[in-house]
């Protein structure tokens, strides 16, 4: 069974940091490409970023390129996003996915507020 449970979520300051987390099962990461997608309060889906199988290629949207870091562990099964000088509008629900088998974590909550 599939599954992709995320982590690492909470309340921060603007400015502050968090490092989100991402436990595969059911599959092997290192043979997929992964994504985490997030969703601000009252609007649609917005991809974030994007790991390749080998780690190399690394994308990222305009409204998080050289703030955000996604990183895997495919020994552990993990894909991360490191989350650097947070503002206000991160403030999201994120989701860690893998296209290849359709399947999306539960979410975590990330808020940014003073």
């Known amino acids: 069974q599939v599954q992709l449970v995320e982590s690492g979520g909470g309340l921060v300051q603007p400015g502050g940091s968090l490092r989100l987390s991402c436990a595969a099962s059911?599959?092997?990461?290192?043979?997929?490409?992964m994504n985490w997608v997030r969703q601000a309060p009252g609007k649609g889906l917005e991809w974030v970023s994007h790991?390749?199988?080998?780690?190399?290629?690394?994308l990222y949207a305009e409204t998080v390129k050289g703030r955000f870091t996604i990183s895997r562990d495919d020994a552990k099964n993990m894909l991360y996003l490191q989350m650097d000088n947070l503002k206000p509008e991160d403030t999201a629900i994120y989701y860690c996915?893998?296209?290849?088998?359709?399947?999306w974590g539960q979410g975590t909550l990330v808020t940014v507020s003073s």
């Open positions: 996915t893998s296209p290849a088998d359709d399947a």
């Open positions: 059911g599959f092997t990461t290192r043979s997929r490409w």
């Open positions: 790991i390749n199988q080998g780690g190399d290629i690394s």
